[in-house]
């Protein structure tokens, strides 16, 4: 049987509904934040008419799965009724919290990484996945400040909860990038550290160096949408696509300060690129690796 | 004292500017009122001041972009 072929989409973005449904060609997929559809019936129904289109996915951003604390089940509930209106290819959330003890932080925060958190998530994602009737893939996300009362490293705290709770990892590139640069890891050693059998979707985006508000001498990356997709992270892509054994879904995600929808175009364009140079060097190892064994 | 009273801690610190403010101040002061054991405060004392700054200021910053939404 043949292998599923890599797909590239967009985020959904008002400001590029024209665009994308003009070159639905082009485009294999795109992704919707669920979160904007989860209170009106007649708005939610407006994603039936688009996944008549193009396929869908749904990403989440506020649930909050990756706490010791339990997610809300009135939120999974909405989520629930959304999966019956526009049947999505697939959903995602996020390796964050986003609330506790009654005080909304109002986007993605990392948990300390510790059992404690490692035992939450899993529940979490068992009863999410209850709800929903599907388990989420979950996204890495980007964070300036290291979470206090860790015992694990990132990625090893992600593992234990990815092959625990048996679920798929959206590998945001750009956060990996972000994460590395202000820790001062290898964004390339750290990829060689990703779970890459779990990986099925890829995020990538673009962010800023920001000025560090004490030291003049340090600056931080963030991870902010607002930007162009560094060349590093096409690098970092073509790197995944030569690693990973899966097809990958690759998503271009923008949140402001839009460019026209040209650049968007050529923007996939590269990531299509990027994959297939990975994946033509991929197949070389693959064909050299037999010649090899018989040296 | 579990991890879900350090989450809470700190959800408030990046969504209460004057807590933070105390916080940046004197961490050990702040931490001496809240429900948490020794290990707990001091590893929240140990917080990269620059860090808790920006992350809050993202956090923030976000909040209001969805509120105008």
Redesign the interface.
């Known amino acids: 049987m043949a292998a599923a072929p890599d797909r590239f989409g967009l985020s959904w973005r008002p400001e590029y509904a024209a665009g994308i449904l003009c070159h639905a060609d082009e485009i294999d997929l795109v992704e919707i934040i669920a979160d904007n559809f989860l209170n009106d019936a007649s708005v939610a129904r407006s994603l039936r008419t688009l996944s008549a289109q193009l396929p869908i996915s749904l990403h989440s951003v506020s649930l909050g799965l990756a706490?010791?604390?339990p997610v809300e089940t009135r939120r999974l509930d909405k989520l629930a009724r959304l999966f019956d209106i526009c049947t999505p290819d697939s959903w995602s959330e996020h390796f964050a919290?986003v609330?506790?003890?009654g005080?909304?932080?109002?986007?993605l925060?990392a948990?300390?990484r510790?059992d404690?958190?490692i035992d939450?998530t899993i529940k979490n994602i068992h009863l999410a996945a209850r709800i929903v009737a599907r388990a989420p893939v979950l996204e890495n996300i980007a964070?300036?400040?290291?979470?206090?009362?860790s015992t694990y490293g990132e990625w090893r705290w992600m593992d234990h909860i990815l092959n625990a709770a048996s679920c798929g990892l959206l590998l945001d590139l750009h956060n990996l990038l972000a994460n590395c640069a202000n820790c001062g890891d290898d964004p390339g050693q750290t990829l060689r550290r990703v779970p890459l059998d779990r990986v099925q979707t890829v995020h990538l985006s673009g962010g800023k160096w920001?000025k560090?508000?004490?030291?003049p001498d340090?600056r931080?990356l963030?991870d902010d949408h607002l930007h162009d997709v560094p060349d590093i992270v096409y690098d970092l892509l073509s790197t995944l696509a030569e690693l990973s054994p899966n097809p990958l879904t690759v998503i271009i995600e923008r949140d402001g300060n839009f460019p026209a929808f040209e650049i968007m175009r050529d923007q996939l364009q590269r990531a299509r690129d990027a994959v297939a140079s990975g994946r033509a060097r991929r197949l070389q190892h693959h064909r050299q690796e037999p010649q090899l064994e018989h040296c | 004292m579990s991890t879900a009273d350090v989450e809470t801690f700190l959800a408030r610190l990046y969504t209460d500017e004057d807590l933070r403010a105390r916080f940046l101040r004197s961490p050990d002061e702040v931490l001496s009122r809240e429900p948490l054991s020794a290990q707990q405060r001091s590893a929240l004392a140990a917080i990269d001041p620059s860090e808790l700054i920006l992350a809050a200021d993202s956090h923030g910053h976000k909040r209001t972009s969805r509120r105008r939404r």
């Open positions: 706490s010791s604390l919290f609330r506790a003890g005080h909304e932080i109002g986007h925060a948990p300390p510790n404690e958190t939450g964070t300036l400040i290291r979470p206090p009362l920001i560090d508000p004490r030291n340090r931080h963030l």
